[in-house]
């Protein structure tokens, strides 16, 4: 998080008001403690709370310690003091559990020896670089690495100083040093040095993801300090390819699916599910987004109008500066998950939002056929974006001949392509989220887009009115074809977001297909996005009225009261997920008889520790045995 995570500032963490426990933050970044839980503050009605909780607390405390610093040494310089501050605190590692070893920075600051002991080394990181094998500035697998690195004493002189470099768990497997350490020798307070260390990364590395390492300063006097990281990303290409047992998807940085471009080119897989027989088969010939706001605003990646030149997309999204596409092959929420930032690239007609693209896929046998794609759209303008609308376009290719049927489903209200007569091989998309009103067209390709020396092209005028139009072609038989899935309209405010999903999903048979539609739904309806209401099996709700009342206060300074009601006898769960939709704290589970409740949540998760501040979901569950119905409220939690 930043800008705690900036060398540059004293980071601080939380511990228990009168024990050294770690309850708020920890980690590489975070430089030390101070009490953040069951502090004394003014109120509103001019009163004391006596139970404030969180790191708003503990920050002005070191601010505080700082201020006695800064009146003790007048003449130090704002690192001298942070360094002082940060070198005297006592650790707290004995006091908690052994996997935060490292992770809790030096420990909790001690005023009294921050301005009565003579300063100690304050030896930190200030700028490096890094040059692989080739110099192309991409590290991959195989290459070795030369690591340069500036170091800086803010604090005390330092004598038989040596620097390393050392690499975090997660990412030691992946790496060996050939130089990882550097005796420096002598190193005044003021004074800089530089040293260079080399590694290689293993051939078994990942691809897309990021190298952790950490300084270690050691010196005269059993001196030991790990004050900095450094991050390097590796195996970074132009996608990053999904895998369950039966699908191989790819995506990308410029906000296709399947291939940067069209299928064959190497920059991608494509969309490969498994059929009927066995096989693995690729039907995707191009797939990619659109958002628009009108004829005029259209932003996309796929295929434009009979002006370009045969074979080019649109090219309207690229991937945000200091980015890179991250795929987790263990996500929190599902077996992997895939994470891109993307902009508009400069035109006439942007719609003026940046695309934070997740994706998932889940490796059970209900989950396999499908990938999740979740856009998180955020208006980067100074004015409200409205009638904003998010389309997935896709041209299938599922027959060998080119002659596909697509057909709607009104159910699901969502459109699917699969062979005629045969059908051993359907695929589809589907829109996940609530918000909005569907669009959906099945387009003729030889008759509307194709792309060729006698004109015709997917023009802007056609992205607009089939990403917005509702459904506007249901069926199309016996021909090469297409589909757009479009979501909206949507209003954002200035520097507000939108979120729509979709599903992209393969079966074998209608059955299956509409099956692993549906389960997909449910994963991201109970896991992904614990958030969405959902009402299974029965539109009709439990017998007579049901859910969460309120949530009080909100925002509330760590606890809060949920009132729920229940007008007929049924087993119910009340539980609080993350903004990443990870259980939290189930708070009260059981049956219940018909009635009104009041429970509270303390702000602690199911292990007993305090959460952090931020923005929570409480959902509500009940069942009868025959129907679930789900309602959810957000809470906002401060320290």
């Not at 003091?81 to 707290?92: F, G, K, N």
């Not at 999904?242 to 790819?250: E, G, I, M, R, Y």
């Not at 099956?515 to 994963?523: G, I, K, S, T, Y």
Request: overall charge negative; proline content about 4%; aromatic content about 8%.
């Amino acid at each position: 998080f930043y800008p705690a995570g900036y060398n540059e500032t004293l980071s601080v963490g939380g511990t228990e008001k009168d024990l050294d426990t770690n309850v708020f933050n920890y980690g590489r970044s975070v430089n030390v403690y101070l009490a953040g839980e069951g502090i004394s503050v003014t109120s509103v009605g001019n009163w004391y709370d006596p139970n404030a909780d969180g790191t708003s607390f503990s920050a002005p405390l070191a601010a505080g310690i700082a201020a006695l610093v800064k009146t003790e040494y007048p003449d130090w310089t704002a690192e001298q003091v942070r360094e002082q501050m940060r070198l005297t605190a006592d650790s707290i590692d004995d006091s908690n559990p052994s996997h935060l070893n490292g992770k809790l920075g030096r420990g909790r600051v001690n005023a009294h020896r921050a301005v009565t002991e003579d300063p100690l080394p304050g030896v930190r990181l200030v700028d490096f670089s890094w040059i692989d094998d080739d110099g192309n500035g991409a590290l991959i697998g195989g290459e070795t690495v030369t690591l340069t690195v500036e170091f800086t004493n803010f604090h005390g002189d330092a004598e038989d100083l040596t620097v390393a470099i050392e690499a975090e768990s997660a990412s030691e497997d992946h790496v060996e040093f050939t130089t990882e350490s550097v005796d420096v020798g002598s190193l005044e307070n003021g004074e800089s040095t530089t040293a260079t260390f080399e590694f290689m990364l293993k051939d078994s590395a990942p691809d897309n993801a990021t190298l952790l390492l950490f300084t270690r300063i050691t010196a005269e006097g059993d001196f030991d300090d790990s004050p900095d990281i450094i991050r390097i990303p590796y195996n970074n290409t132009d996608t990053a390819t999904h895998h369950t047992d039966a699908l191989q998807v790819s995506i990308t940085n410029e906000g296709n699916i399947g291939y940067i471009a069209y299928q064959g080119d190497p920059g991608g897989v494509g969309f490969k599910p498994t059929d009927a027989d066995g096989e693995t088969r690729d039907p995707l010939f191009e797939g990619g987004l659109i958002i628009a706001r009108s004829a005029d605003e259209v932003s996309d990646c796929v295929r434009g109008d009979e002006d370009q030149p045969v074979g080019e997309q649109n090219d309207e999204f690229g991937l945000k500066e200091d980015t890179y596409i991250d795929l987790i092959k263990e996500g929190a929420l599902t077996s992997q998950k895939g994470r891109v930032t993307l902009v508009e690239t400069p035109s006439s007609g942007t719609v003026g939002v940046e695309i934070l693209q997740e994706s998932y896929v889940e490796n059970t046998e209900e989950h396999e056929d499908g990938i999740i794609l979740r856009y998180t759209l955020t208006n980067v303008t100074e004015s409200t974006l409205e009638d904003v609308h998010v389309g997935l376009f896709f041209d299938w290719d599922v027959a060998e001949n080119f002659s596909d049927e697509a057909h709607w489903d009104d159910e699901r209200q969502m459109g699917y392509v699969g062979e005629p007569l045969i059908r051993n091989l359907i695929v589809g998309t589907k829109v996940l989220t609530d918000e909005g009103e569907i669009s959906y067209r099945a387009i003729n390709n030889p008759d509307e887009i194709y792309r060729n020396e006698d004109g015709g092209g997917f023009t802007d005028d056609e992205k607009w009115e089939w990403t917005s139009g509702g459904v506007t072609r249901e069926e199309l038989d016996g021909v090469d074809l297409s589909t757009l899935t479009g979501v909206g309209p949507f209003e954002i405010d200035p520097g507000a977001s939108a979120t729509v999903a979709f599903a992209v999903v393969a079966g074998t048979s209608n059955d299956d297909f509409f099956a692993n539609v549906d389960a997909l739904q449910a994963l991201w309806d109970d896991v992904i996005d614990p958030g969405s209401t959902a009402i299974e099996e029965d539109e009709t709700p439990i017998a007579g009225s049901f859910g969460l009342r309120s949530v009080y206060p909100n925002p509330a300074l760590m606890k809060a009261t949920l009132s729920y009601e229940l007008k007929t006898a049924g087993e119910i769960s009340l539980a609080v997920y993350d903004i990443l939709g990870r259980r939290i704290r189930t708070v009260w589970s059981g049956q219940k008889s018909a009635g009104t409740y009041e429970t509270e949540w303390d702000g602690l998760d199911d292990t007993g520790a305090s959460v952090a501040p931020g923005v929570y979901m409480v959902t509500f569950t009940a069942t009868d045995g025959r129907r679930t119905v789900r309602s959810s409220r957000p809470l906002v939690l401060v320290r």
